[in-house]
């Protein structure tokens, strides 16, 4: 696997991952708009803009594999983007409360100079346990909730008491489900 990875986020989980995994990498994150249609399907939505960031980090380099993403967190049908404000945080935080969500990760990976591209997603369920006011209040004057869709990040002290049963990736709900992320790194190296 020789050739150049680059990630195109800002996200210091996504980088603690490949970090985690011995993957050498540089960031180059994406200016992309994360804006999508709130009718569209999840999964189309992810992919769609993990591949965006892809291919827009990559106008910026000759060669390599860039690779975007993309998370969302879908409740009953409704995409839950990142808080605008704290109140907002709270908000969706109440809404999780005591409830079963689905989180959503794109994953797009795109090999320059060949053209060469991979785009997939995974699904994980998450239950959250009820909350209290307390908690919530807590959490979101942390500051922790503000960067994150779904106001929360399972990897984070308080996040993780939140989260009573998850079905499916743990990585995936931290940003980059790191299996299916490396088995189609592998696929694209090896072409």
């Not at 490949?18 to 999840?42: A, K, M, N, Y």
């Not at 189309?44 to 969302?72: F, N, P, Q, Y």
């Amino acid at each position: 696997m020789g050739k150049k990875l680059i990630l195109a986020s800002g996200s210091p989980r996504r980088s603690r991952l490949l970090t985690q995994i011995g993957l050498r990498f540089s960031v180059d994150p994406s200016s992309v708009e994360e804006s999508f249609d709130p009718g569209e399907e999840p999964a189309k939505i992810v992919e769609t803009l993990s591949r965006l960031k892809a291919e827009e980090v990559a106008r910026r380099h000759k060669e390599g594999i860039i690779v975007g993403a993309d998370t969302i967190v879908v409740l009953d049908g409704r995409v839950l983007g990142k808080p605008v404000d704290r109140r907002d945080a709270a908000r969706m935080l109440t809404t999780l409360s005591g409830r079963t969500h689905e989180v959503f990760t794109g994953i797009s990976l795109l090999e320059k100079p060949g053209g060469a591209g991979i785009t997939d997603h995974e699904v994980t369920r998450v239950t959250f346990r009820k909350l209290d006011a307390g908690e919530i209040d807590g959490y979101v004057n942390s500051g922790s909730p503000m960067d994150k869709a779904g106001a929360y990040g399972i990897q984070d002290d308080y996040g993780a008491i939140f989260v009573e049963r998850i079905e499916g990736c743990f990585y995936n709900v931290v940003g980059l489900p790191l299996t299916r992320f490396y088995l189609r790194y592998r696929e694209l190296s090896a072409e």
